[in-house]
């Protein structure tokens, strides 16, 4: 073995780089090995960060400390805040994303960090001696020495494409998939399965009919994904379209379904569920007749169009002639086809919490490889699989954030307590604590533990201090002033609320659902002088804090559970009065907590009861 690092990271997708930066500015020296330096964090499918729920990943990854929100702000070229008529605790930022900066930005963040280096080469081993990681080799038959290593291999291990009855080996449309990981992580004794994704044919924008599409532009004033960002755009901002599916485009699409790789049984694993293939689409809703498909841009500085809601493993000529039905596409011309791909991954049951293995000391597992879909969801385990790496290197105690800390909390928890059947997205219902885990306060919840393990810093804590302050300076403002009818009234009609007879102060006006304080703060100049953004959170406290009070009692009760710690390698086959079921699945997680044991599936309330009983509670 040629070189020693304290920490190795597998792959540069966006688990990869997220886990390498955090790693190497904690301060461990990292390595970071990759198939292709000019590809780091690729979007391999739609050009976009953030959306339902994974727009709150991305803040809290930044909020940490992780340079996704970054990387995304200095290439949006369109921004948009999804389910502004609902509740804040549904907002959700997404970002139409430069396809080509968005990886070169990658490259100079991660070039700027202090012992992070780099390899170009494909790792086709895994070296573990009597369970525990010493290195990896590579196809150019390189060995490197390591203490830990971060497995993020994305869809690589294993990749087979398929477009009809055609399929190739391969991890990513043009480039070689990595064999060799996964046979050497089964001989070390881990369970690995296969499953499956895909992505939508590219378009030539010269070649698409706008006029007969549904515009869909940005917000006016975006609001950047980074609490540090100076939130002005760095790229011109571009629209994106709307079209539909209909009838014909089915019938079409239905020619093709004895040589789908889906239905005739080549694809023998299991896909995305809340990201179905069209061809799924319209079996699965055959009454419906139409089918939203979007047009995104891939950059300013290219005519690509990706064709979001039209995944399709299909023939080529299949996916050509039906797409050339949609409205607006008649004359389209196609850059490249959709295809599927199937790909290995482990079943995080396998993994503790801080996703280091339980099988192999020192093996760390982020992204796809942990059976999860989604640029966020792997950013997130990427960066939390660095930081407990870095700090195992260190001596210091795991980093572990709670479900009602964070919904990256909430995504750990359910992978290494409940696994998967299905790649796993993250939705704001699988949080209990919808209201706690905002988009607008994950700097208020995560960035002081950002500070604290080395990760976050000076300058952004320091900007989430003045942030916090700034906040508690509005809140009281608006409880200690009064506002008089006949100031107030004029606004409050034109926004459909009813009048009020006297003054109040304006903590209380704030409370009715038509009023935005945004809007007043022209009518006040001590208001004048604060961020929107620090306007906005600062109205929700007080126009909510009835709701978050009661939830964050809740969330206290509750969590209590995972305080009460359940002893290692406990034989729970010895339980006769827990379920037979129970007893198979607490066994097989072993899981660390009561709260964690309480989440199995197929544990029961009962089950829990005779735990605390045995530990003498």
Same mark, same amino acid.
């Given at each position: 073995?040629?070189?020693?690092?304290?920490?190795?990271?597998?792959?540069?997708?966006?688990?990869?780089?997220?886990?390498?930066?955090?790693?190497?500015?904690?301060?461990?020296?990292?390595?970071?090995i990759?198939?292709?330096?000019?590809?780091?964090?690729?979007?391999?499918?739609?050009?976009?960060?953030?959306?339902?729920?994974?727009?709150?990943?991305?803040?809290?990854?930044?909020?940490?400390?992780?340079?996704?929100?970054?990387?995304?702000?200095? +290439?949006?070229?369109?921004?948009?805040?999804?389910? &502004?008529?609902?509740?804040?605790?549904?907002? !959700?930022?997404?970002?139409? @994303?430069?396809?080509t900066?968005?990886?070169?930005?990658? &490259?100079?963040?991660l070039?700027?960090?202090?012992?992070?280096?780099f390899?170009?080469?494909?790792?086709?081993?895994?070296?573990?001696?009597?369970?525990?990681?010493?290195?990896?080799?590579?196809?150019?038959?390189?060995?490197?020495?390591?203490?830990?290593?971060?497995?993020?291999?994305g869809?690589?291990?294993?990749?087979?494409?398929?477009?009809?009855?055609?399929?190739?080996?391969g991890?990513?449309?043009?480039?070689?998939?990595?064999?060799?990981?996964?046979a050497?992580?089964?001989?070390?004794?881990?369970?690995?399965?296969?499953?499956?994704?895909?992505?939508p044919?590219?378009?030539?924008?010269?070649?698409?009919?706008?006029?007969?599409?549904?515009?869909?532009?940005?917000?006016?004033?975006?609001?950047?994904?980074?609490?540090?960002?100076d939130?002005?755009?760095?790229?011109?901002?571009?629209?994106?379209?709307?079209?539909?599916?209909?009838?014909?485009?089915?019938?079409?699409?239905?020619?093709?379904?004895?040589?789908?790789?889906?239905?005739?049984?080549?694809?023998?694993?299991?896909?995305?569920r809340?990201?179905?293939?069209?061809?799924?689409?319209?079996?699965?809703?055959?009454?419906?007749?139409?089918?939203?498909?979007?047009?995104?841009?891939?950059?300013?500085?290219?005519?690509?169009?990706?064709?979001?809601?039209?995944?399709?493993?299909?023939?080529?000529?299949?996916?050509?002639?039906?797409?050339?039905?949609?409205?607006?596409?008649?004359?389209?011309?196609?850059?490249?086809?959709?295809?599927?791909?199937?790909?290995?991954?482990?079943?995080?049951t396998?993994l503790?919490? @801080?996703?280091?293995?339980?099988?192999?000391?020192?093996?760390?597992?982020a992204?796809?490889?942990?059976?999860?879909?989604?640029?966020?969801e792997?950013?997130?385990?990427?960066?939390?699989?660095g930081?407990?790496?870095?700090?195992?290197?260190?001596?210091?105690?795991?980093?572990?954030? !709670?479900?009602?800390?964070?919904?990256?909390?909430?995504?750990?928890?359910?992978?290494?307590?409940?696994?998967?059947?299905?790649?796993?997205?993250?939705?704001?219902?699988?949080?209990?604590?919808?209201?706690?885990l905002?988009?607008?306060?994950?700097?208020? &919840?995560?960035?002081?533990?950002?500070?604290?393990?080395?990760?976050?810093?000076?300058?952004?804590?320091?900007?989430? @201090?003045?942030?916090?302050?700034?906040i508690?300076?509005?809140?009281?403002?608006?409880?200690?002033?009064?506002?008089?009818?006949?100031?107030?009234?004029?606004y409050?009609?034109?926004?459909?609320? +009813?009048?009020?007879?006297?003054?109040?102060?304006?903590?209380?006006?704030?409370l009715?659902?038509?009023?935005?304080?945004?809007?007043?703060?022209?009518?006040?100049?001590?208001?004048?002088?604060?961020?929107?953004?620090?306007?906005?959170t600062?109205?929700?406290k007080?126009?909510?804090?009835?709701?978050?009070? &009661?939830?964050?009692?809740?969330?206290?009760?509750?969590?209590?559970?995972?305080?009460?710690?359940?002893?290692?390698?406990?034989?729970?086959?010895?339980?006769? /009065?827990i379920?037979?079921?129970?007893?198979?699945?607490?066994?097989?997680?072993?899981?660390?907590?009561?709260?964690?044991? /309480?989440?199995?599936?197929?544990? /029961?309330?009962?089950?829990?009861?005779?735990?605390?009983?045995?530990?003498?509670?």
């Amino acid at each position: 073995m040629i070189e020693e690092y304290d920490i190795i990271v597998v792959g540069g997708g966006h688990a990869g780089c997220e886990a390498a930066a955090a790693a190497a500015k904690i301060g461990v020296k990292t390595l970071l090995i990759t198939m292709d330096m000019t590809k780091f964090g690729q979007m391999s499918c739609n050009p976009a960060i953030g959306g339902i729920a994974k727009g709150q990943i991305v803040r809290e990854i930044d909020a940490l400390g992780g340079l996704t929100g970054i990387v995304t702000d200095n +290439t949006s070229i369109q921004f948009r805040m999804l389910n &502004r008529s609902k509740g804040p605790a549904m907002w !959700s930022p997404r970002s139409q @994303c430069d396809r080509t900066k968005f990886s070169l930005e990658w &490259r100079h963040q991660l070039e700027n960090i202090n012992n992070l280096f780099f390899w170009q080469d494909t790792v086709i081993n895994i070296v573990v001696d009597n369970n525990k990681i010493v290195g990896v080799e590579t196809v150019f038959g390189v060995k490197f020495r390591c203490k830990k290593v971060v497995i993020t291999a994305g869809t690589f291990l294993n990749g087979l494409m398929h477009v009809g009855t055609n399929k190739f080996v391969g991890g990513r449309n043009g480039e070689i998939s990595s064999d060799g990981i996964t046979a050497a992580l089964i001989s070390a004794g881990v369970e690995t399965s296969r499953m499956k994704t895909g992505t939508p044919a590219r378009i030539d924008g010269r070649t698409i009919d706008f006029s007969k599409m549904t515009l869909q532009s940005g917000d006016d004033n975006p609001e950047c994904f980074s609490y540090i960002s100076d939130g002005i755009p760095k790229l011109k901002q571009m629209d994106c379209f709307i079209s539909y599916t209909n009838p014909e485009v089915h019938d079409e699409l239905r020619k093709g379904f004895d040589r789908s790789p889906l239905f005739n049984g080549t694809i023998k694993s299991t896909g995305p569920r809340y990201c179905p293939s069209v061809e799924t689409k319209i079996v699965t809703f055959a009454d419906k007749q139409s089918h939203p498909v979007f047009l995104e841009p891939e950059g300013t500085d290219t005519n690509e169009f990706y064709l979001n809601g039209f995944s399709s493993s299909l023939p080529f000529e299949v996916q050509y002639s039906a797409l050339r039905k949609i409205p607006g596409l008649e004359n389209a011309k196609i850059f490249r086809p959709g295809y599927a791909i199937e790909y290995d991954y482990f079943m995080p049951t396998q993994l503790n919490h @801080c996703l280091e293995s339980k099988i192999i000391s020192g093996a760390y597992f982020a992204g796809q490889v942990n059976g999860t879909t989604g640029y966020e969801e792997a950013a997130c385990q990427g960066l939390m699989a660095g930081i407990n790496a870095a700090l195992s290197i260190l001596g210091k105690d795991e980093f572990i954030l !709670s479900r009602k800390e964070a919904y990256i909390g909430v995504l750990i928890d359910d992978l290494v307590t409940k696994g998967v059947d299905e790649p796993y997205r993250m939705f704001t219902s699988r949080s209990e604590y919808r209201i706690l885990l905002r988009q607008d306060n994950a700097d208020e &919840r995560l960035t002081k533990k950002g500070f604290d393990i080395g990760l976050a810093d000076d300058y952004r804590y320091n900007v989430y @201090c003045t942030k916090a302050k700034h906040i508690e300076e509005i809140i009281d403002f608006c409880k200690h002033t009064s506002v008089s009818a006949s100031k107030i009234n004029d606004y409050i009609i034109a926004n459909g609320g +009813t009048k009020i007879s006297q003054g109040n102060k304006l903590a209380n006006i704030i409370l009715r659902p038509e009023v935005k304080l945004e809007d007043l703060k022209s009518k006040f100049n001590f208001l004048q002088q604060f961020s929107n953004e620090e306007i906005q959170t600062a109205e929700i406290k007080i126009k909510y804090k009835g709701y978050i009070d &009661r939830e964050q009692m809740t969330a206290d009760k509750i969590s209590r559970l995972d305080y009460v710690q359940i002893p290692n390698d406990i034989d729970y086959f010895q339980f006769k /009065s827990i379920s037979t079921e129970a007893r198979q699945k607490l066994n097989k997680i072993q899981p660390k907590t009561i709260g964690q044991a /309480s989440r199995i599936p197929g544990v /029961s309330p009962a089950d829990i009861s005779v735990l605390l009983m045995f530990l003498g509670r």
